[in-house]
């Protein structure tokens, strides 16, 4: 058991939540991204399972997702202006 001092995991509670579908070794695998609201650089990408179609994988991430996103406040969203991106 992790002790609640060693790790802070808070920041999780304030959290974006995103999903990525990749194929492996033929294979569809489902990731939660977790991105802090408060800091966009602190990013933590858990991986769920795998599937063996890609339809499969996008309609467990989407309920996996919506699960991950129930809060009182509303869904919580990252600012995309917080990232560097340079489209050249």
Same mark, same amino acid.
């Given at each position: 058991m992790r002790n609640k001092t060693d790790d802070n995991d808070d920041w999780l509670l304030d959290a974006e939540v995103q999903t990525r579908i990749v194929e492996e070794k033929g294979?569809? *695998? !489902?990731?939660?991204v977790f991105i802090d609201t408060k800091d966009p650089s602190r990013i933590l !990408?858990?991986?769920? *399972?795998?599937y063996r179609s890609k339809r499969l994988a996008e309609i467990a991430a989407l309920n996996m997702k919506r699960t991950a996103e129930k809060d009182?406040?509303?869904i919580q969203k990252v600012n995309k202006d917080d990232y560097?991106?340079?489209d050249n």
């Open positions: 294979r569809w *695998a !489902v990731s939660l !990408v858990n991986e769920i *399972a795998d009182p406040r509303g560097d991106i340079n």
